[in-house]
């Protein structure tokens, strides 16, 4: 049973298009995190949510739009995809924050655009 | 900032070779520090953590201390197999902003 899972695993698009990224986690954890890991593992926060309220908004363009319709799933929306927008998204979530530094990683998202 | 630097990689070693991996910290007051793995095709996971200065984290193998005097934490495994081939990741949480930032990772290959 899987505990953070994340839909597509794979997604290739054309520029321009508009897609939506998915996850759930079923570790009954109060926050969700989404990461962006370009193609040198470089791993850099995006957002993060606890119960359904954002607290961390990065220098992220506007174009990603995150939303959490309840505490246990945090999708992505992403506008007017770009090519520098290809990379692994991953999803995670945690228990009150960081303050453990436990968090716990769904497989991630391979985005491409062409 | 508060942040984490870690060793450039890639790292490639032989079974049973001895591994270290350097990671050194910029933080203010003393965090908890943290050691992530991920295996091809996989998310991240924790690997060991440690809470306060002096302690050692382990699991599987590998061995982390945390240096308050040369602020590092730097990972170590005295016989690496091929199984341990992944990109390891240090990580710290900014106090009072709730996030874990991570280091630029190292890839390690284990060659049998």
């Known amino acids: 049973d899987t505990a953070v899972s994340q839909t597509p695993k794979y997604l290739v698009t054309q520029m321009g298009n508009d897609k939506s990224i998915k996850c759930e986690q079923n570790l009954g954890h109060d926050t969700m995190y989404w990461y962006k890991q370009d193609s040198k593992k470089f791993l850099k926060i995006m957002f993060s949510y606890n119960n359904k309220e954002l607290i961390i908004n990065e220098t992220v363009p506007n174009r990603f739009s995150p939303k959490s319709p309840d505490k246990a799933h945090l999708n992505l929306h992403i506008n007017s995809l770009e090519l520098g927008d290809s990379a692994v998204y991953f999803c995670?979530?945690?228990?009150?924050?960081?303050?453990?530094?436990?968090?716990?990683f769904g497989e991630g998202s391979r985005l491409t655009v062409l | 900032g508060d942040s984490v630097t870690q060793m450039e990689g890639p790292v490639t070693l032989s079974e049973e070779a001895f591994l270290t991996i350097n990671c050194t910290y910029t933080a203010t007051g003393y965090p908890s520090l943290f050691w992530y793995v991920q295996y091809p095709g996989e998310g991240l996971q924790l690997l060991l953590k440690?809470?306060?200065?002096?302690d050692k984290g382990s699991n599987k193998g590998f061995e982390a201390t945390y240096r308050k005097e040369t602020t590092s934490f730097h990972l170590e495994k005295g016989s690496v197999q091929v199984s341990d081939s992944a990109v390891y990741f240090c990580?710290?949480?900014?106090?009072?902003?709730?996030?874990?930032?991570f280091g630029q990772g190292t890839r390690l290959t284990i060659n049998p």
């Open positions: 990580a710290l949480p900014i106090q009072g902003a709730q996030k874990l930032v």
């Open positions: 440690a809470t306060k200065a002096d």
């Open positions: 995670a979530s945690s228990h009150q924050g960081t303050n453990t530094g436990e968090l716990f």
